[in-house]
C-alpha cells in the first residue's frame, strides 16, 4: 500500500464507524468535549485538534477503512499519491491511544499501547472522490500514521482540491 523508509512497530487495520463524518484519537484520559468551532475544523480541514484528541473527518458517514501503523521514528513517504494529506499532534500521558467514532462506546474502543508522550499523528486520505452520489458508496480510505515527537502546530501536507 506505501512505502516508507522504515519499519512500523505496529501495524493493523480495521473499519471505523466515521459517524458525523468523523472519528477520534485521543488519550485515554481526556475528556471528549469537542471545543465550539471543532466542526468548522473539521469542514475545512479535515482534521481538528485540542489537547489530548484530534478529530479526523471523512468523506462517508458510516464505516470507512482505517489503517494505524506505529513508528519508533519520523517515517517519509510519499504524499503524492493521496488526496490529503494532515499532521497533528497528540499528547498520551496515559499511553493509551484510543480510536473511535463519536458515537462508540470508549470503554469497548480499539487501543494503541504506547510509551506515555507527545506523539505526532499524520492522517493521509485517499478516494475521497469516488462517492456514489447518495454518498453511501465508496473508495474513500484512511490511513493513520503515529510517532514520537514533541508537540508542534497542525499541519496541511497537502489539501485536497475540493475544500
Request: glycine share 6%.
Amino acid at each position: 500500500m506505501f512505502q516508507f523508509n522504515v519499519k512500523s512497530r505496529i501495524s493493523f487495520t480495521l473499519n471505523v464507524l466515521a459517524e458525523y463524518h468523523q472519528f477520534y484519537l485521543q488519550d485515554e484520559q481526556t475528556e471528549t468535549d469537542t471545543p465550539d468551532d471543532w466542526g468548522e475544523q473539521l469542514a475545512t480541514q479535515m482534521i481538528a485538534v485540542d489537547p489530548g484528541i484530534i478529530g479526523i473527518a471523512t468523506a462517508r458517514n458510516m464505516r470507512v477503512p482505517l489503517r494505524v501503523d506505529l513508528f519508533d521514528v519520523r517515517p517519509n513517504g510519499d504524499i503524492d499519491l493521496w488526496d490529503h494529506v494532515t499532521e497533528a499532534s497528540l499528547d498520551v500521558p496515559s499511553g493509551q491511544i484510543v480510536i473511535a467514532g463519536s458515537m462508540d462506546y470508549i470503554p469497548d474502543a480499539k487501543r494503541l499501547s504506547v510509551a506515555p508522550g507527545s506523539y505526532r499523528v499524520r492522517v493521509y486520505y485517499g478516494g475521497l472522490d469516488t462517492l456514489s452520489e447518495d454518498g453511501l458508496e465508496g473508495e474513500d480510505q484512511y490511513y493513520v500514521v503515529i510517532w514520537p515527537e514533541k508537540n508542534s502546530a497542525p499541519e496541511i501536507l497537502k489539501k485536497w482540491s475540493s475544500l
